[in-house]
């Protein structure tokens, strides 16, 4: 048989769905908008925009000049000039572009700086947008030596910080800081990374003790009640020697306005808060804004109490009297975990201003603190 009545064995391919055909779409991005030296300057998202507009135009294009040969269902969008524009409204243009209205006329407004787009105001219809063409194009573009020269800069800049830093680590070594200065040369190079780092850790657990420390001796001659000088002393960490002065001095000016509670509670908020400018002013106006809403407290109180008659009030006495006295006597027989726990649930309602976690917490706080003592913790 002959080569030319041999049948040619072709496998059988798949068809072309409307699927292929939207995945093989797309739009051009013009190549003067990355390299020329005018127009590489816009921002990614308006070399996108401008590429998506001028692209989108081609429709419109077909769009009146089927319309101008008199197909039905078409539109012509030629102004009086003879130009044909576009339209796209904002809501369009942010759902694809995926960014906020105030971005989208950003984006708008720098096109137009740069001469490629134009926006026509029409009352009662959407803007009409003209896309224009780059004024004027570099004859030859130089991105490749820009690109060249800035690749050497940023060599001899890598080269110029791995100096600096390989400096940086010799001057480290042959000059430890702290109790290391008191090391020999000789025992310094015999000591492992691993015992580096372990006496900075014990140095600093050692200096965390000595503050611990400062501050226990310091309270002691403070004058401060016992659940103050309790949170103080869980939040260490946070305290220096003049903050311990202001605490002091702001306590005894406030002590005859606010309880114990309260100014506990002001200052737990206070520590816990990122102090910004003067921890005084933020202490001593947390202190009156405490006083003030603790006035008004006490007014609405006085008020509901006034309308009560003396056996309801002689009743709401007793009953807060017993569910103290029963909950003093639950806390005595609480684990220290678990009254850890209520600590952090009463510390959180206290913060909301609840009266009565306020009370409960300095229980907690009391029976805590006589639990440490008695261990030796505190």
């Known amino acids: ?11 059988e ?16 991005l013009y190549e003067f908008l990355m390299y020329d030296s005018t127009y590489f300057t816009l921002s990614p998202t308006s070399k996108l925009l401008y590429s ?9 294009k077909m769009q009146t000049e089927a319309n101008e040969q008199g197909m039905e269902g078409t539109r012509s969008y030629r102004d009086d000039s003879g130009y044909i524009y576009l339209l796209a409204d904002n809501t369009e243009l942010t759902y694809l572009f995926q960014i906020s209205e105030p971005t989208l006329v950003k984006i708008k407004k720098e096109l137009a700086r740069y001469g490629l787009l134009e926006e026509v105001r029409v009352k009662d219809a959407s803007n009409r947008i003209y896309i224009k063409k780059p004024l004027s194009v570099d004859e030859k573009w ?29 001057e480290e070594t042959l000059q430890p ?20 780092k372990n006496l900075s850790k014990i140095q600093s657990n050692k200096s965390k003790s ?21 949170v103080i002393l869980q939040r260490a960490d946070k305290i220096d020697e003049n903050k311990l002065n202001i605490i002091i001095n702001l306590y005894d000016a406030y002590k005859m306005s606010v309880t114990e509670n309260q100014f506990r509670v002001v200052l737990v908020n206070v520590l816990s808060a990122k102090v910004r400018s003067s921890f005084k002013g933020l202490l001593e106006k947390s202190l009156k804004t405490e006083i003030a809403a603790a006035l008004e407290s006490q007014t609405n109180t006085t008020r509901k109490e006034n309308g009560l008659s003396e056996a309801v009030k002689q ?5 807060q009297e017993q569910s103290k006295q029963e909950t003093q006597s639950s806390y005595t027989d609480m684990s220290l975990d678990h009254l850890n ?30 639990r440490l003592q008695v261990t030796g913790v505190m």
């Open 142 to 170: 130089t991105h490749i030596e820009t690109i060249k020269n800035l690749r050497q800069e940023k060599r001899a800049q890598d080269k110029l910080k791995r100096a600096k830093y390989d400096k940086k680590k010799t």
């Open 1 to 11: 048989m002959s080569k030319k009545n041999e049948k040619i064995q072709i496998a």
């Open 315 to 319: 009743q709401l006495a007793e009953k």
């Open 341 to 370: 726990e209520l600590l952090n649930t009463f510390n959180e309602l206290a913060e909301r201003g609840n009266t009565s976690a306020i009370e409960q917490l300095a229980k907690i706080e009391t029976e805590i603190a006589s």
């Open 210 to 230: 000595n503050l611990i420390s400062k501050i226990q001796s310091n309270l002691s001659k403070s004058g401060l009640p016992e659940i103050i000088q309790t």
């Open 177 to 196: 800081t702290g109790n290391l200065k008191n090391l020999s040369h000789g025992n310094l190079k015999n000591l492992s990374h691993g015992n580096l």
């Open 13 to 28: 391919s798949t068809r072309i769905t409307d699927i292929d055909v939207n995945s093989e779409k797309y739009m051009p």
């Open 52 to 60: 998506f507009l001028r692209n989108k135009l081609k429709y419109f």
